[in-house]
């Protein structure tokens, strides 16, 4: 398994893990921003193992979070004796959140930051950490931008780990979410200078939610205004081409109100979105 996920040194691996978790010993007291992922799961596990009731996870009560991964975050955290707790957070009051420009994720993370902050200096929390590794730091991720200004800590990336190497650390752990998609919010699934509202990232939850029960695992609903364009993964593309799953789709999104259904040939890609932007864009905040 080991092979598979890319990881060429299994020693050095455990290294890293060691050295995150010293990091977070000496971080006395955290409160982890957790969505539930794969990375913010084990970086929630292992600030759990390390400070015991010293961390606290908390996930932003946002209409842009599925309601089916804040089921499984609280599975999750359960199942681990992890102490979590939701945080209200407004940014669909922000016009700059809902004008949906490049920068979006940059004003959705500073509400989220801005909201940890104060429960941190409420309750005497020295630091907020978020699941960041070492292959995101190359991508376009706005959010970054704002735990910069906020000072939030990004552990995973301090001590080295890439994301192969947090899903087999988190597989060995015992971890549901080793190998749990990647995921984001729903708002992403709005092209930039649409306007984001609830209704719409409800809209498209709904749709995906539907794309589940039809059996597919990696995918992404986009919302076109009158067109509904799925992705999903290459490989489970023959399983979408074909007359009577092309029916299935059409009747689950026109009854959403869409006027066309299109399923999207490239297949499920991150960041599809992030296609249209100008080089001069891709510059995080």
């Known amino acids: 398994m080991t092979a598979l996920l890319g990881i060429s040194d299994p020693v050095q ?24 992922g794969t990375d913010s799961a084990y970086l ?5 193992r390390v400070l015991g009731s010293g961390a606290v996870a908390m996930t932003a009560d946002s209409a842009s979070l599925p309601e089916s991964h804040k089921r499984d975050a609280e599975a999750f955290v359960a199942r ?6 939701y945080v209200q957070t407004l940014e669909f009051e922000n016009p700059d959140y809902v004008r949906n420009g490049p920068d979006r994720c940059f004003h ?14 409420e309750r005497g929390y020295e630091h907020i950490v978020y699941g960041v590794n070492v ?13 910069r200004n906020h000072r939030v800590a990004a552990p995973l990336a301090d001590a080295g780990l890439t994301k192969a190497e947090i899903r087999e650390l988190s597989r060995q752990a015992g971890l549901p979410t080793w190998d749990r998609p990647a995921s984001a919010c729903l708002s992403s699934r709005i092209p930039y200078g649409t306007p984001v509202t609830i209704q719409t990232v409800k809209t498209v939850e709904t749709g995906e939610e539907e794309l589940k029960a039809l059996g597919f695992r990696q995918f992404r609903v986009r919302f076109h205004g009158e ?3 799925i992705e999903v993964a290459r490989e ?14 059409t009747e689950v999104f026109k009854a959403l109100g869409f006027k066309y259904v299109t399923l999207d040939l490239e297949g499920y890609r991150q960041g599809s979105l992030n296609e249209v ?9």
């Not at 995150?20 to 921003?33: C, K, Q, Y």
């Open 44 to 48: 929630a596990w292992a600030a759990n």
């Open 277 to 285: 932007l100008k080089p001069a864009q891709h510059r995080q905040p």
């Open 108 to 121: 959705c993370k500073d509400e989220l930051f801005t909201r940890l902050e104060q429960v941190g200096r």
């Open 227 to 229: 067109v509904a364009r």
């Open 135 to 147: 292959d995101d730091l190359g991508d376009y991720r706005p959010g970054q931008g704002a735990a």
């Open 80 to 85: 681990f004796g992890i102490a979590h707790e």
């Open 13 to 36: 691996v455990r290294e890293k893990e060691e050295r995150l978790f010293e990091i977070l010993r000496g971080m006395g007291r955290v409160i982890v921003a957790f969505s539930g």
């Open 236 to 249: 489970e593309m023959p399983k979408a081409l074909n007359m009577e799953m092309a029916q299935r789709f």
